[in-house]
């Protein structure tokens, strides 16, 4: 479908849901894309009353007006939160510890571990120190994917778009048990967090900074409450999804995984120590490497925005309030982006050239908080990762779908190998693979 919005122009229109009342303009071309999330934050949103459920008044979520002053009050939060590379090592030394026992025994699917570590990331970040960690991973995990299959049963199921038929559904009483679940699992650990914080001097997570805006009178005890939803919802299977793609192109690219495991040798000196914040900014290739996969593979493929004003784009002009889609997956792969569009080439991004605009996290000011965070805790799994062990994989067998997320359905299992400091015989180069 989006492939179809750029060969008709860069810009389409569809009828989607129950009826035709909904009426989308889905757009391809980057300027154009660009131009309305650059003039338009609020948000089309197709099933609201699960959202609501689910999240309530999050960042994600809520009203502009809304938006416009909590996106602000939080930037902060990320940023600090963004420089914990204690947080990440660690779940990164339990990924590699968990990893170990799958080394040289073929192909096996890392979806439940890299769970794990993203889980255990996301909490960490927004709570700090959890008393029963590996249980709470385990019940935010469920809770989460269960989530993620109601939104996504609901989406696919277009009678079940309309409220009075959903309400009398199966898939409404799943709901209910879902976030009740998940209301019950946040309530626990805020409750005992309350107490703790009182002590604290300083904020030291994302919590934290939560309960500093309660005090300051700018946010709501229910705004915490569905703020950690979103958060958590917004971090968990966009960091796994993505990790599973750049495991499997790094592992289907041996010579662009020997130029990110020279970079780490560079820039860590060959030792076994914690990469730390500073480290970070020397890692050029393998930040290259990150973003080219996830232009190709972007896990949040389609954005959408409501006009407010009307907005003369390049070929067409649309009316306020009209709903729109920006198809993020092709304006990644945009003839733009030159003849190699569709090729794997991380050097792309090394050149200093100017590029298109890049879509993955997002357009405008509405644009993906947990970036910096996503991006330098995914360096840090990756490069204890790629310094233990040798990744391999096939990208031509990977086969992905477009749920809520783009998702890896087949073909993106590993296989590991210990590292040692020449190619072993069974891993030969081969030519890049996309
Ligand atoms: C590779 C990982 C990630 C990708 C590709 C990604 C992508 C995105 C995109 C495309 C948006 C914009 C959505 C829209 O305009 O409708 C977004 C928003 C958001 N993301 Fe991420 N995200 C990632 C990781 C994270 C993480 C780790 C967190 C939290 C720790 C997070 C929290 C959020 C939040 C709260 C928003 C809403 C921002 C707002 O409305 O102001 N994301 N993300």
Known sequence: MQEDCTKQGGMTYFYSGANQSYTYYAISNPNDCEKVANSCTEKVFLLEDSLQAFFGQALATTTVPDWEKRRTLMEPMFDAASARTGVWNRHAKILVEELESKVGKGFFDQTECLQNAAMGILLKSTYGDIEDELQSIASHKTCMQETMDVLYERHRSFMKHKTFIFRLSRLKRRQDACVRTMKALTNELITMK?????????????????????????????????DIHGIIFGGYSTLVNSLTFILVMIGSNPEVQERVYTEIQNV???????????????????????????????VVS?????????????????????????????????HSWGAEREAFKPERWLDGSSRPPYATFGLGRRSCIGMKLALSSMKVILIHLLR??????????????????????????????????????SFQPQDVHC
């Open 194 to 226: 309350r107490v703790e914080f009182k002590k604290k001097s300083a904020s030291e997570t994302l919590l934290d900074f939560l309960l500093g805006l309660e005090i300051q009178g700018v946010s709501s005890e229910k705004n915490t409450v569905d």
């Open 268 to 298: 860590l000196s060959d030792s076994t120590r914690e990469v730390k914040m500073d480290d970070l900014n020397n890692f050029i290739y393998l930040h290259a490497v990150i973003l080219e996969v996830l232009r190709l593979y972007p």
């Open 302 to 334: 389609i954005l959408t925005r409501k006009t407010k004003n009307s907005m003369d784009l390049s070929k067409y002009s649309i009316d306020p309030g009209s709903n729109c889609l920006l198809f993020i997956h092709a304006m990644n792969r945009h």
């Open 388 to 425: 233990d062990y040798k990744v391999i994989a096939d990208i031509k067998k990977l086969v992905i779908k477009q749920e809520l997320l783009l998702t890896p359905v087949s073909g993106h299992y590993i296989a590991l190998e210990r590292r040692s400091k020449t190619l072993s015989s």
